[in-house]
């Protein structure tokens, strides 16, 4: 069952735990003002922001991006069952918190291979009475064992929404395919599919400069065109909705990106520039800041 992940050893789990190189989910927790990380993601984290001073916009607007995709399909696809892959670390807000204050029956299955992130994975099991949430201890590279696992809280038979965001950049070309297809082909019709993903065509400098910090630490980081974004959904027969593959900030804007709520408790002066981050008001963006595609799509 998904929930036997979190019953495994704790000396084991440390076992697992390798504080000697980067993880791009610690990484991402970085950017996100978590403290779930260690020296060497803030290093890297460090880097990719010498490398692009304003590149915390694409993870804060990538994130905002799943706020309101999910806000969107909960209220107005009525979408209440979720399987996000590539969770991340536990952050404000997830995805059972905005679809269960939207639809608080909503089910929520969280998937990712971090042990740092299955070692906090009880902060995404807060579930509301009425809905429910589950973790799954699985890398992406495993669809058939996620499906197998998810089954135990989504209902297959019913749509759901397959979330992918900054995940799949992660993943060489012919494995990521492949794996999209392995997962959406299971979807029911009405099911969706939330995308995000890195991209250098927007800003080829700016992005290109902070792939290499990537590449250096050893992360496999594939920058994908706008074309081979939009195939992960029209070769599985996704019909893309409004307003299409997109940058992130021109996907159903709403100038309602949350700061955190300490934000104004909070000497910045004393903060350095990656403590920064997520203090910062992200609604200033300009299309020279942005890296990254989303999109969603609905399965015919």
């Known amino acids: 069952m ?10 084991e789990l440390r076992r697992r735990i390798d504080t000697t190189k980067a ?29 692009n001073p304003r590149g915390y916009l694409d993870v804060r607007h990538n994130r905002d991006f799943m706020r309101r995709a999910v806000t969107r399909l909960s209220k107005e696809s009525g979408i209440r069952q979720y399987l996000d ?18 639809a608080p029956d909503s089910r929520v299955v969280y998937v ?51 979330v992918l965001a900054a995940i799949l950049h992660f993943i060489e070309d012919d494995e990521a395919y492949a794996i999209v297809r392995e997962l959406v082909d299971v979807l029911p019709s009405g099911s969706r599919l939330v995308l995000s993903h890195l991209t250098e065509d927007l800003n080829p400098e700016n992005v290109r400069a902070v792939a290499r910090t990537y590449h250096e630490r050893g992360f496999t980081f594939v920058l994908r065109t706008k074309a081979e974004v939009e195939r992960f959904f029209t070769e599985n027969g996704l019909e893309i909705e409004e307003p299409g593959v997109v940058p992130a900030h ?38 020279a800041d942005i890296n990254v595609y989303v999109g969603t799509a609905v399965k015919p």
């Not at 950017?31 to 990719?48: E, I, M, Q, S, T």
């Open 85 to 102: 892959i590539g969770t991340g670390l536990p952050t404000q807000e997830n995805v059972h918190q905005i679809a269960q204050r939207a």
């Open 23 to 51: 993880h791009p989910a610690r990484v991402y927790d970085v950017f996100l003002g978590g403290k779930d990380n260690y020296p060497v993601d803030r290093a890297a984290a460090a880097a990719a922001l010498a490398a």
């Open 250 to 287: 021109h996907w159903h804007p709403d100038g309602a990106a949350p700061l955190p709520e300490d934000a104004d408790a909070v000497d910045l002066s004393a903060l350095d520039d990656i403590e920064l981050v997520r203090y910062r008001d992200i609604n200033d963006v300009t299309d």
């Open 112 to 162: 990712d291979n971090d042990p740092v992130v299955l070692a906090h994975a009880r902060a995404l099991l807060t579930s509301g009475p009425e809905g429910r949430t589950d973790y799954i201890d699985a890398d992406l590279k495993q669809p058939a064992q996620i499906l197998e696992q998810a089954a135990g809280t989504l209902d297959l038979s019913e749509p759901l929404a397959l």
């Open 2 to 11: 998904p929930g036997d992940a979190l019953s495994q050893d704790p000396a």
